[in-house]
Nanobody, 120 residues
Framework: QVQLVESGGGLVQPGGSLRLSCAASGFTFSLFSMSWYRQAPGKERELVAT???????NYTDAVKGRFASSRDNEKNMVYLQMNSLTPEDTAVFFCNAHRIRCYLPPIDYWGQGTQVTVSA
């Protein structure tokens, strides 16, 4: 059974930090790119960060220099370190596993999300 379970969300003051974790199980983690998405109230879900199977990372402009994603293939974990948080970062953060396959549809798995609230 495929599972992605996020943790680490919560309430933090502006300028603070949080570290999100995503525990993966039920699939071959090392074959998947892992991404973090977020969805703020009334807005569409947006891609925040991606870490590839080769540990290459990419970030949306709004979080560059503040967020950092990492993965541990031994533990089947992916992390999102978030620094210098602002109220605009308030959202539900989702973990995503993505795999492109030749001649077959891509595979996407999603976690249930974890709430991040940045407020004084």
């Amino acid at each position: 059974q495929v599972q992605l379970v996020e943790s680490g969300g919560g309430l933090v003051q502006p300028g603070g930090s949080l570290r999100l974790s995503c525990a993966a199980s039920g699939f071959t983690f090392s074959l998947f790119s892992m991404s973090w998405y977020r969805q703020a109230p009334g807005k569409e879900r947006e891609l925040v960060a991606t870490i590839t199977t080769g540990d290459l990372t990419n970030y949306t402009d709004a979080v560059k220099g503040r967020f950092a994603s990492s993965r541990d293939n031994e533990k089947n974990m992916v992390y999102l370190q978030m620094n210098s948080l602002t109220p605009e970062d308030t959202a539900v953060f989702f973990c995503n596993a993505h795999r492109i396959r030749c001649y077959l549809p891509p595979i996407d798995y999603w976690g249930q999300g974890t709430q991040v609230t940045v407020s004084a």
